[in-house]
């Protein structure tokens, strides 16, 4: 049986990252309810990018925190895909949230 470890200072990492990305969240639907025009979709892009990349980096930090005895990798088209749900979702989310 494998027995795995975590490396605590990446889990605190993973920590700030995702406090991080929530603040940023919460200040960026803020500012879309605000917005008007062209730059509603701009601040929702922006949104999604940054939420998204925050999510998908905490949770990727939280990964690579856990180690195991043996050789672990990842594939590159797997953790781009990945990377690309997470904005998506994290888009629809903002969306979401800011319908009247």
């Not at 892009?45 to 925050?54: D, E, I, L, N, P």
């Not at 594939?75 to 888009?91: E, H, N």
Request: with cysteine; proline share 2%; net charge neutral.
């Amino acid at each position: 049986m494998l027995i795995g470890s975590y490396s605590f200072t990446l889990v605190f990492i993973s920590l700030c990252v995702a406090i991080l990305a929530s603040y940023t969240a919460l200040d960026l639907t803020g500012r879309i309810a605000t917005a008007k025009g062209r730059a509603v979709h701009l601040w929702m892009a922006g949104g999604a990018f940054a939420m998204g990349v925050g999510v998908w980096s905490m949770h990727f930090i939280g990964m690579l925190a856990f180690t195991l005895p043996i050789d672990l990798g990842y594939d590159v088209t797997l953790t781009s895909l990945s990377l690309l749900i997470a904005v998506l979702s994290c888009g629809f989310a903002l969306w979401l949230v800011s319908q009247p």
